[in-house]
């Protein structure tokens, strides 16, 4: 059972920089797509990034593209995600997500970490 561990969320103003950290567990992960989800209060959540294990590729959503970068790390079976130049609307709850490629949802996921960006 894949497990999903989040670390990395806080309080920071607008402009600064964070990077989550999201711990898997309980799989080979090399035929998984890794993704990076967040929830706003009173909002669906939404699809922020998306990496490829094996082979690195890499999607981003319009609004976070060329301010968040996704990567991983397999030797350490880490995904993280640096978070730069955060807005206000950055706030949100994140969640590390994992998915085989052969798959069509993420159907696995953590427990979330809060992000708070101060105006």
């Known amino acids: 059972q894949v497990q999903l561990v989040e670390s990395g969320g806080g309080s920071v103003q607008a402009g600064g920089s964070l990077r989550l950290s999201c711990a898997a567990s309980g799989r080979t992960f090399s035929t998984y797509i890794m993704g990076w989800f967040r929830q706003a209060p009173g909002k669906e959540r939404e699809f922020v990034s998306s990496?490829?294990?094996?082979?690195?590729?890499?999607r981003y959503a319009d609004s976070v593209k060329g301010r968040f970068t996704i990567s991983r790390d397999a030797a350490k079976n880490q995904v993280y995600l640096q978070m730069n130049s955060l807005k206000p609307e950055d706030t949100a709850v994140y969640y590390c997500?994992?998915?085989?490629?052969?798959?069509?949802?993420?159907?696995?996921w953590g427990q979330g970490t809060q992000v708070t960006v101060s105006s």
């Open positions: 990496i490829t294990w094996s082979g690195g590729t890499t």
């Open positions: 997500a994992a998915r085989r490629m052969s798959e069509v949802k993420f159907g696995s």
